[in-house]
């Protein structure tokens, strides 16, 4: 392996760009020291030039800076509110999400807060929809922080600066908004409510949020068991949910006897259809984009050797959005399970490969294991929890997501053509949704199966990264001495 290649380079510069974009989500720098000491880097460049890896360094102080400066370009100012009590019209251009009462969120049309998005609290009924204009009467602020929840900056992620709770809502106009999302939410909503009428709960409920990445109906208890069992991340729509979905259906076309370039294509296309059926949130666009490079890897037998691929896709991400890397959870744990996949897979594969695969479960296994090696210091950060039984659990799961996925999806699509056979085709995916909602229920209930771990400081979530990053180079640490002394 070459360390100092165009290819290696170019990953460099990637990484040190990224590295910017962390350091400003932290700490403020002025932008007149930025300037001088880019000034010094360009003069020590040409002054040391015919040194490679001196110059090599200094190319990746500047994509540093450049990551610090795009980073607080990003941050804007809150818009000015003239007064508390505000009327102004605006148009709905996300579906509200439905839990205890309606998360609407709103592009402001006529105000002076013309083009401003805002987030409304409101009741459940009258229900509102994607495309309708509401004219909207009460107070208008600045979103509060509260506990230890930095919530200002996590709406500054969907450039949220405003909300309203409980205001004063009359619809003006429906169907306001573009043809192509208006069908694909009203397709959802459909699917959603065909399910609602043909399972049970709680198997409804997690059947939506598989499908459709709609959590909100989830009991308290489910939610609770799935994450002492540490399965909760087959009820997100996230990268990790994702990077296994577009494995297993990768594996799956190839256990169906189809070529490597078929099942890519099948498999592409069933992740692109799932995507869109989800709404297409940010959050699962972005994932999908890292689904569909491991299947891209996959198809091309690179797993290896696809990390350019996959941190040049997480920096255009953070080019367009750099807040993302610090206030969206999903798309730190999409980066890190492909992080995964890419550096321990390998490794892992290497343990068992005298274990014969069946039905693909070893290799759908291997992937889950790989991924969350990667995401388990950050989501022991974030859910505060640590589960002891969440490889056996995933062993026991995650093979008859795809059925149930599968089974799911038939339902659906026979229930459109004639509801009872729907609801007939449905029983298969009961009874597996059953099982799992079983097992995590009884995995959760053994003795020390999990430990709540509160209080997990984030720098020592840097220092288990960074011994794992060493640990990564001291495994390959013999090639790169050898490139180095060339």
Same mark, same amino acid.
């Given at each position: 392996?070459?360390? !100092?290649?165009?290819? +290696? #380079? %170019?990953?460099?510069? $990637?990484?040190?760009? &990224?590295?910017? *974009? /962390?350091?400003?989500?932290? @700490?403020?720098?002025?932008?007149?020291?930025?300037?001088?000491?880019?000034?010094?880097?360009?003069?020590?460049?040409?002054? !040391?030039?015919?040194? +490679? #890896? %001196?110059?090599?360094? $200094?190319?990746?102080? &500047?994509?540093? *800076? /450049?990551?610090?400066?795009? @980073?607080?370009?990003?941050?804007?100012?809150?818009?000015?509110?003239?007064?508390?009590?505000?009327?102004?019209?605006?148009?709905?251009?996300?579906?509200?999400?439905?839990?205890?009462?309606?998360?609407?969120?709103?592009?402001?049309?006529?105000?002076?807060?013309?083009?401003?998005?805002?987030?409304?609290?409101?009741?459940?009924?009258?229900?509102?929809?994607?495309?309708?204009?509401?004219?909207?009467?009460?107070?208008?602020?600045?979103?509060?922080?509260?506990?230890?929840?930095?919530?200002?900056?996590?709406?500054?992620?969907?450039?949220?600066?405003?909300?309203?709770?409980?205001?004063?809502?009359?619809?003006?106009?429906?169907?306001?908004?573009?043809?192509?999302?208006?069908?694909?939410?009203?397709?959802?909503?459909?699917?959603?409510?065909?399910?609602?009428?043909?399972?049970?709960?709680?198997?409804?409920?997690?059947?939506?949020?598989?499908?459709?990445?709609?959590?909100?109906?989830?009991?308290?208890?489910?939610?609770?068991?799935?994450?002492?069992?540490?399965?909760?991340?087959?009820?997100?729509?996230?990268?990790?949910?994702?990077?296994?979905?577009?494995?297993?259906?990768?594996?799956?076309?190839?256990?169906?006897?189809?070529?490597?370039?078929?099942?890519?294509?099948?498999?592409?296309?069933?992740?692109?259809?799932?995507?869109?059926?989800?709404?297409?949130?940010?959050?699962?666009?972005?994932?999908?984009?890292?689904?569909?490079?491991?299947?891209?890897?996959?198809?091309?037998?690179?797993?290896?050797?696809?990390?350019?691929?996959?941190?040049?896709?997480?920096?255009?991400?953070?080019?367009?959005?750099?807040?993302?890397?610090?206030?969206?959870?999903?798309?730190?744990?999409?980066?890190?399970?492909?992080?995964?996949?890419?550096?321990?897979?390998?490794?892992?594969?290497?343990?068992?490969?005298?274990?014969?695969?069946?039905?693909?479960?070893?290799?759908?296994?291997?992937?889950?294991?790989?991924?969350?090696?990667?995401?388990?210091?950050?989501?022991?950060?974030?859910?505060?929890?640590?589960?002891?039984?969440?490889?056996?659990?995933?062993?026991?799961?995650?093979?008859?997501?795809?059925?149930?996925?599968?089974?799911?999806?038939?339902?659906?699509?026979?229930?459109?053509?004639?509801?009872?056979?729907?609801?007939?085709?449905?029983?298969?995916?009961?009874?597996?949704?059953?099982?799992?909602?079983?097992?995590?229920?009884?995995?959760?209930?053994?003795?020390?199966?999990?430990?709540?771990?509160?209080?997990?400081?984030?720098?020592?979530?840097?220092?288990?990264?960074?011994?794992?990053?060493?640990?990564?180079?001291?495994?390959?640490?013999?090639?790169?001495?050898?490139?180095?002394?060339?």
């Amino acid at each position: 392996m070459n360390y !100092f290649s165009k290819s +290696k #380079i %170019f990953l460099y510069l $990637l990484i040190s760009f &990224i590295l910017g *974009l /962390a350091l400003a989500s932290f @700490f403020y720098f002025n932008y007149f020291y930025l300037f001088i000491l880019l000034i010094i880097i360009i003069f020590l460049i040409i002054l !040391f030039w015919q040194y +490679k #890896i %001196f110059r090599i360094i $200094l190319f990746c102080l &500047i994509f540093c *800076l /450049a990551g610090l400066v795009r @980073f607080q370009l990003s941050i804007k100012e809150p818009p000015q509110i003239e007064s508390n009590n505000q009327k102004l019209k605006g148009l709905v251009y996300k579906e509200p999400t439905k839990g205890d009462n309606q998360k609407v969120k709103v592009k402001i049309k006529e105000s002076h807060l013309k083009n401003e998005n805002l987030l409304i609290t409101s009741g459940l009924y009258p229900e509102y929809h994607y495309g309708d204009i509401l004219l909207i009467t009460g107070e208008i602020k600045e979103p509060e922080n509260f506990e230890d929840f930095d919530y200002r900056s996590y709406l500054s992620r969907y450039n949220i600066y405003l909300v309203s709770y409980k205001p004063k809502i009359e619809i003006i106009e429906r169907n306001k908004g573009t043809w192509f999302l208006a069908n694909i939410y009203k397709i959802r909503n459909h699917m959603s409510e065909t399910i609602k009428i043909s399972l049970k709960q709680p198997q409804s409920s997690i059947l939506q949020a598989m499908m459709l990445g709609l959590k909100k109906e989830i009991p308290d208890e489910v939610r609770d068991n799935f994450s002492k069992a540490g399965i909760s991340h087959i009820i997100a729509i996230s990268g990790l949910h994702i990077t296994i979905i577009a494995g297993i259906l990768m594996n799956l076309a190839l256990g169906l006897g189809l070529n490597r370039r078929r099942a890519f294509w099948l498999a592409s296309a069933g992740l692109f259809l799932f995507i869109i059926l989800v709404g297409m949130p940010s959050s699962a666009v972005r994932a999908g984009i890292m689904g569909f490079l491991v299947l891209l890897a996959m198809y091309l037998g690179r797993l290896n050797n696809s990390t350019n691929a996959f941190v040049l896709a997480g920096s255009l991400m953070l080019l367009v959005n750099p807040k993302l890397l610090r206030y969206d959870i999903g798309f730190q744990l999409s980066f890190l399970a492909v992080l995964g996949l890419i550096y321990i897979g390998p490794y892992l594969e290497k343990l068992v490969e005298k274990v014969p695969e069946i039905f693909n479960i070893k290799s759908t296994v291997l992937m889950t294991l790989s991924a969350q090696f990667f995401t388990l210091p950050l989501i022991i950060f974030y859910f505060q929890r640590f589960s002891l039984i969440a490889p056996l659990a995933n062993v026991l799961v995650l093979p008859v997501l795809p059925f149930v996925l599968i089974s799911g999806f038939l339902g659906v699509i026979f229930s459109l053509i004639f509801l009872p056979l729907g609801q007939l085709i449905f029983w298969p995916c009961y009874l597996l949704l059953k099982y799992i909602s079983g097992a995590a229920s009884f995995l959760s209930e053994i003795k020390f199966s999990s430990f709540a771990i509160e209080n997990f400081d984030f720098n020592l979530i840097l220092i288990i990264y960074l011994i794992i990053f060493l640990i990564i180079i001291l495994i390959k640490k013999p090639l790169f001495r050898k490139e180095l002394k060339n």
